[in-house]
T-cell receptor, first 114, second 112 residues
Framework: DAGVIQSPRHEVTEMGQEVTLRCKPI?????LFWYRQTMMRGLELLIY????????DSGMPEDRFSAKMPNASFSTLKIQPSEPRDSAVYFC????????????FGSGTQLSVL | KQEVTQIPAALSVPEGENLVLNCSFT??????LQWFRQDPGKGLTSLLL?????REQTSGRLNASLDKSSGRSTLYIAASQPGDSATYLC???????????FGTGTRLQVTL
């Protein structure tokens, strides 16, 4: 298996632009998570899905952030409009929702908003 | 709200030493706890998952222990090697919910 695949690997954009991050979870996994990592705050859970349904989006910082999972093999995290404080590494992770299953992470998207 | 603390924040040891990384969490009602490794510029890799009913879990030179009642877990690395240099994070899973809460990590450097 190729693991969790994220794209793009790096994204540099200007303040106010729309940013879309993409994730393909491991085939067969039915839980998907979006995390954000910064030096100041560490790893923060933004939102997670079970069976393509958003379960907890309490970590989404503002209405500027939205996430979708149209099917079991694809998810997007969108920021519109982007701001410099959104600069971070965004990770997608997936697991089997059976309780005691390991979490597998993608390589992340390094986002820089100028 | 679950809070996870890892001590020390950074650690440098010579090759061959045994070492212990500590993790404490405030809400003991956890389902399991995972230890992850993160290399610079990379994602996280799960090293060990220890269930709430277990006391220990071992994989090669790594051993994780869990004392759920006191809200503590340790990761023991035996005979450390330069390739073990990375940041190690612990993450308890809350009850039956799917989400994990991550500690801030311990940055380990193993020197020659």
């Amino acid at each position: 298996d190729a693991g969790v695949i994220q794209s793009p690997r790096h994204e540099v954009t200007e303040m106010g632009q729309e940013v879309t991050l993409r994730c393909k979870p491991i085939s067969g996994h039915n839980s998907l998570f979006w995390y954000r990592q910064t030096m100041m705050r560490g790893l923060e859970l933004l939102i997670y899905f079970n069976n393509n349904v958003p379960i907890d989006d309490s970590g989404m910082p503002e209405d500027r952030f939205s996430a979708k999972m149209p099917n079991a093999s694809f998810s997007t995290l969108k920021i519109q409009p982007s701001e410099p404080r959104d600069s971070a590494v965004y990770f997608c992770a997936s697991s089997l929702r059976r309780g005691n299953e390991k979490l597998f992470f993608g390589s992340g998207t390094q986002l820089s908003v100028l | 709200k679950q809070e996870v603390t890892q001590i020390p924040a950074a650690l440098s040891v010579p090759e061959g030493e045994n070492l212990v990384l500590n993790c404490s969490f405030t809400d003991s009602a956890i389902y399991n706890l995972q230890w992850f490794r993160q290399d610079p510029g990379k994602g996280l890799t799960s090293l060990l998952l220890i269930q709430s009913s277990q006391r220990e879990q071992t994989s090669g030179r790594l051993n994780a222990s869990l004392d759920k009642s006191s809200g503590r877990s340790t990761l023991y690395i035996a005979a450390s090697q330069p390739g073990d240099s990375a940041t190690y994070l612990c993450a308890p899973k809350e009850g039956t919910a799917s989400k994990l809460t991550f500690g801030t990590g311990t940055r380990l450097q193993v020197t020659l």
